[in-house]
């Protein structure tokens, strides 16, 4: 029998954290979510529904709203934490509207568990982050008609997608990023092609494909990470897309 994880999510309320967050609470395991705005969790999810839920209302750059995730009711720290913040685009000058949000995210939340450590909380769990395709030190991972998109058109977000996973990578901590390809909308029945790179031996397999849902990414990372027991992408990079 499967045991009961506890599950910090940042930016669960919505896309790829919110889809892994609804699966992730359906396998009857305990989530702790941030969320800026809690009454987005709370009109999806209630008490009654969902009591393996707690919402703590703060921003993924706030550390001590941050701290309040990664305690299980036990004291220790959370078994796996999931990180799918982001900026908000800025279409006509091509930026979001945080550059640096999700670098800043990820030096937060290793400063939070640090601190928690040093205040004498036990454990090592593993951080899952959404990141992106088109920074791979490894090779190309996206079709060669889409560069202009992502190094032009995307070049802001995805420089600090790549930035985060320096931080994370660099960390010492046990992490595992998800590189979708163009996120859409909606749920299917696709076959989803996964590609694996190894932080330090590189490449061990390739998928290149233009799109994937924001649903189906997160239901993917779920199933395959947060559900399963191993450490079959442990400090690995992986692609996702139909």
């Known amino acids: 029998m499967t045991s009961i994880k506890t599950v910090a999510f940042f930016g669960g309320s919505g896309g790829v954290g919110l889809a892994a967050l609804k699966e992730t609470l359906a396998a009857g395991h305990q989530c702790i979510a941030l969320c800026r705005y809690p009454s987005k969790l709370t009109a999806i999810f209630t008490p009654e529904t969902t009591p393996n839920l707690k919402v703590v209302e703060g921003n993924a750059h706030d550390l001590t709203a941050v701290s309040k995730c990664l305690l299980s009711e036990d004291g220790k720290l959370v078994d796996l934490i999931v990180s799918t913040i982001g900026g908000k685009p800025i279409i006509s000058k091509m930026t979001i509207d945080d550059p640096h949000v999700c670098e800043k995210g990820a030096t937060v939340l290793l400063e939070a568990l640090a601190q928690l450590r040093r205040d004498g909380a036990t454990g090592r769990p593993q951080i899952i982050a959404c990141s992106s395709r088109g920074i791979s030190n490894f ?21 600090d997608k790549k930035a985060m996973e320096v931080v994370f990578m660099g960390s010492g901590e046990n992490c595992t990023m998800i590189r979708p390809a163009l996120l859409v909308q909606g749920e299917t029945k696709k076959k989803i092609h996964v590609g694996v790179e190894d932080f330090k031996t590189g490449r061990e397999s390739t998928s290149i494909g233009y799109t994937i849902s924001r649903e ?7 199933d395959n990470i947060i559900l399963c027991e191993g450490s079959r992408y442990l400090n690995k990079s992986v692609s996702l897309n139909y």
């Open 139 to 159: 090779g190309r991972d996206i079709p060669r008609i889409l560069d202009p998109l992502y190094h032009c058109l995307l070049k802001v977000p995805h420089v």
């Open 216 to 222: 189906d990414t997160g239901k993917w990372t779920a």
